[in-house]
């Protein structure tokens, strides 16, 4: 029997102006720089924590508020669409692109901070979300501190991302060698997951 089409109204839910629009390169550079994985209570709620900042129930900067949607969850939001709501979202092939992109913006800030494994609670996170627990569904069974690793070194795969920051510091590094303040157009970067570059 055929199903509904996968629908898409990006940025078109003026219901919700907040989200019309979708992250900013700025933001992957704040919330890269947040320097603690999680804080109490561990949830949709937390401030000043990396994990919460990229799912995107806080500020880019980490500060949480109610009605702040970003990053991975302001790309969802935007799609306005299947790709919008929970249970249909992995149905739009846009899921792989945003959640791969995701576990890039994590893979890069385990490689920065280094953290060790003793900053992943150990209780009192949500059901599966502890450190010990496994991640479901997947099989064989996993842990969140097995997955608390680098790809490049762990894992068997490498992300090639220019990161915003470093596009900002060439095009800065270029204006002053040229002599002239004017932004240049950004080449097409190597980053394969998304090109962040703006002409
Ligand atoms: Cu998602």
Known sequence: ?????????????????????????????????????????????????????????????????????????????????????????????????????????????????????AVYPEEDAPIGHNRQFNMVPFWPPVTNAEMFVTAPENLGYTYEVTWPSEIVAAVLVAAVVSGSWRVPCVPATSARLRDWSRC
């Not at 669409?81 to 791969?100: A, C, E, K, R, Y």
């Open 1 to 117: 029997r055929p199903t509904s089409p996968i629908r898409r109204n990006p940025a078109g839910n003026v219901e919700r102006p907040m989200v019309q629009r979708l992250p900013e390169p700025q933001d992957v550079v704040d919330c890269l720089d947040l320097k603690t994985f999680d804080t109490p209570p561990y949830y949709s709620t937390s401030s000043e924590s990396f994990r919460n900042t990229v799912e995107g129930y806080s500020a880019p900067q980490g500060g949480y508020d109610p009605v702040v949607r970003s990053l991975h969850n302001l790309a969802h939001l935007f799609l306005n669409g299947t790709g919008g709501q929970t249970h249909l979202s992995p149905n739009d092939p846009i899921f792989v692109l945003l959640h791969t992109f995701t576990d890039a913006i994590f893979d890069e800030w385990l490689s920065r901070h280094a953290p060790g494994i």
